[in-house]
C-alpha cells in the first residue's frame, strides 16, 4: 500500500509546507499550520503536445457576444444595492460574517423575495425542520424552496444538475467537504476545493450561488485569501451583537463597486431595511450633555449622520487608559495628541473614552474634528450646541483638512434640520453658500473650531 504523504497547510493563508512550523513563515500567523493529506489521484503534467485545440476556443474579444447582463432583482434594495444592483447570472457570492450575525436570516429573507424563483437551500449547519421552523416564524410562504440537509458537495452537485434551481444557497461553506479531498471539512483544501467547484457549477449552469462563510477570531473569513480571489462578490456582514443594527459591506465585486453598505435592523421579525440611517442613528440623541457631537460619514455613497460621544475621566490607576468603539483606536491617540499640544489641554492623568453611537464602524478621516471636539466638550464639561454638525479632518499641525463630498454632507445635515454646519475652511471656495438653508462655517485650525463652538 502506498505511503500516505502529508503536508502542513495555514489555515489562514494557504501556505504550505512538508515540516510543520509553530507559526507561518508566510503571514505570521501562530499555529495556524494544520496537517493535510495530499491528495495521491493526481495526474502529473506529462507536457504532450497531442491536445486538440478547436476553433472557438479562444477568440477576439470583438467577436464574443457580451452575456446579456440581466440580474435578478432581489428586492431588498440594501441588498440590490451593495450588489451593485442584483445577482448577476452565475456569479458566486461570498458572504462573510461572525456566527450569529444575520448571514442565515438574510438568505432567508432573500428567498421569500424571490418567491417566483426556485431556490436550492444547502445547509449543513441547521436540519430541514430547524429550517422550516425558522421560516414558520418569520411568517413565510415558501413555495419553489427546497431545503437540502446534505454536506457532501458530489450530491449536492448531483441534487442542482437535477433540480437545476435559480439560485443556489449553501450555508455555511466550512460545513460542506469534497469526498475525494481528504482532508477535514473546513480545513483550506476543503474550503478551496469545495469554492472552486460551486464555482464550476455557477459558471457552466449561469445559477448565482451565495455562499455563507463564518469569520474567524481574528475578523477574516477563514481562508480568507484563498477564497476571496476566487469568487466573484465578498459581503461582509457586520454589527455589534449587542447592538440590533447590521451592516452588509461590499469588499469585492467584479460587477459593481465596493463603496456601497446596506443597513439593516435585526428585529422580532427578521432582519429590517433600513432606509433613512441618519435618523436611526439620531433616535436617541443625548441632548444638551457634554461629550455628544454630531458629524456626518460618507458610508458607500450616502451621508449618514452618526453621534460621537466622548467620556473624559480622570484616571485611577496610574496609566490613562484610551478605548474606542467605532472609530479607529490608534486615530484617538493622534487626535489626542494634537489636541494636547494646539489646545494645551493635558490628558496624561484622564482616561478617554469613544464611542459611535449605535455600534456603527466609522473609517473616515472626515469625522476627525468632531472625535476632537467631542473629547473638549467633555473636558470642560461644556456641551455643544445641539443644533451644530461637525466635519472635517484633522493634520497633525492642528490644521482643520478638506473632505470629500462636501456638498453631499452639508445636504443630509440640512434635510435633518441642523441649523449650524463646521467645515473645513478650504471646503469653501466650491460651495454655493446661498444654496444651503444652515449656517456654514469654515474653521482652519482646531483651535477655531473651539472658539466657534465652546
Ligand atoms: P442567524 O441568521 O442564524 O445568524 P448566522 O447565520 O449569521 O449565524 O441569526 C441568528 C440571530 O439573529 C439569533 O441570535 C437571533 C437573531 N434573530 C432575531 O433577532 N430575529 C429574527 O427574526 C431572527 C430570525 C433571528
Ligand atoms: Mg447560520
Not at 460587477?255 to 433600513?274: A, D, Q, R, W, Y
Request: aromatic share 6%.
Amino acid at each position: 500500500m502506498a505511503k500516505v504523504k502529508t503536508k502542513y497547510v495555514c489555515q489562514n493563508c494557504g501556505y504550505s509546507s512538508l515540516r510543520w512550523s509553530g507559526k507561518c513563515p508566510d503571514c505570521d500567523t501562530w499555529s495556524s499550520m494544520t496537517e493535510e493529506i495530499i491528495s495521491t489521484g493526481k495526474k502529473k503534467f506529462s507536457g504532450n503536445s497531442s491536445i486538440k485545440v478547436n476553433d472557438g476556443t479562444y477568440n477576439l474579444i470583438s467577436e464574443i457576444s457580451s452575456v446579456n447582463d440581466s440580474r435578478i432583482k432581489t428586492g431588498i434594495s440594501e441588498l440590490d444595492r451593495v450588489l451593485g444592483g442584483g445577482i448577476v447570472a452565475g456569479s458566486v457570492i461570498l458572504i462573510g460574517g461572525d456566527p450569529g450575525i444575520g448571514k442565515s436570516t438574510l438568505m432567508l429573507q432573500l428567498a421569500e423575495k424571490v418567491k417566483d424563483k426556485k431556490i436550492l437551500y444547502v445547509s449543513g449547519e441547521e436540519s430541514a425542520s430547524q429550517i422550516k421552523l425558522r421560516a414558520e416564524r418569520l411568517n413565510f410562504h415558501l413555495k419553489n424552496f427546497y431545503v437540502l440537509s446534505e454536506t457532501s458537495l458530489d450530491i449536492i452537485q448531483a441534487v442542482a444538475e437535477r433540480e437545476n434551481p435559480d439560485l443556489i444557497v449553501v450555508d455555511s461553506i466550512q460545513t460542506v467537504y469534497r469526498p475525494e479531498i481528504e482532508s477535514a471539512a473546513g480545513t483550506v483544501s476543503q474550503l478551496r476545493e469545495s469554492t472552486a467547484l460551486l464555482m464550476f457549477i455557477a459558471k457552466k449552469s449561469s445559477i448565482p450561488v451565495f455562499i455563507v462563510g463564518h469569520i474567524t477570531k481574528e475578523g477574516m473569513i477563514a481562508g480568507p485569501k484563498v477564497l476571496e480571489h476566487m469568487v466573484d462578490v465578498v459581503l461582509q456582514f457586520e454589527g455589534e451583537r449587542t447592538h440590533s443594527y447590521r451592516i452588509l459591506r461590499g469588499i469585492k465585486n467584479r460587477f459593481g463597486s465596493t463603496n456601497e453598505i446596506g443597513i439593516f435592523e435585526m428585529t422580532e421579525e427578521g432582519l429590517k431595511e433600513v432606509l433613512n440611517p441618519s435618523e436611526v442613528f439620531l433616535s436617541q440623541r443625548n441632548y444638551g450633555s457634554s461629550g455628544c457631537v454630531i458629524s456626518a460619514s460618507l458610508e458607500g455613497t450616502r451621508p449618514v449622520l452618526i453621534e460621537v460621544q466622548a467620556l473624559v475621566s480622570s484616571t485611577s490607576y496610574g496609566f490613562p487608559q484610551r478605548t474606542s468603539m467605532g472609530f479607529d483606536y490608534k486615530k484617538l491617540n493622534i487626535i489626542i495628541a494634537v489636541i494636547e499640544k494646539k489646545l494645551g489641554l493635558f490628558l496624561d492623568k484622564n482616561d478617554v473614552f469613544i464611542n459611535i453611537a449605535g455600534g456603527i464602524k466609522i473609517d473616515e478621516p472626515a469625522i476627525d474634528l468632531a472625535v476632537a471636539m467631542s473629547i473638549y466638550s467633555s473636558y470642560r464639561d461644556i456641551p455643544v450646541d445641539s443644533d451644530t454638525v461637525i466635519l472635517g479632518e484633522l493634520g497633525l499641525s492642528g490644521e482643520v483638512r478638506t473632505i470629500s463630498y462636501i456638498d453631499k454632507r452639508i445636504t443630509e445635515a440640512a434635510k435633518l434640520g441642523f441649523k449650524k454646519i463646521i467645515i473645513p475652511k478650504g471646503n469653501l471656495k466650491n460651495l454655493n453658500l446661498d444654496k444651503y438653508k444652515s449656517e456654514i462655517t469654515g474653521v482652519e485650525k482646531i483651535k477655531d473650531a473651539v472658539e466657534k463652538l465652546i
